[in-house]
């Protein structure tokens, strides 16, 4: 299994920015996918999920209404689509895997940094 991570990037507050995750090594369509993030000097945390079609999604507190998470099952790849960006925003983010039938993400890309200036 492998999570390529790609995307991130310097920019403004309110700007706009999208994450691509490249999945390989699995059957894409049966794992959950998921993004979360890693800012400086902090423990890691959930930013959204998607369900296996892409027909659910769900968000964190803190990123509802500016994040949206999308997967594309044929390209093997998922997308974290930010806008409004917020310094409190600046972080590594990471996507997940996880199996249908597993409980845990055991699958992790390398993360890409993401960095928003005031």
Known sequence: VQLQASGGGLVQAGDSLRLTCVASGFTFS???MAWFRQ???KEREFVGVISLTGSSTSYAASVQGRFTISRDN???TVHLHMNNLKPEDTAVYYCAARYKEDSSYNSWGQGTLVTVSS
């Open 74 to 76: 044929a390209w093997n």
């Open 30 to 32: 049966d794992y959950v």
């Open 39 to 41: 800012a400086p000097g």
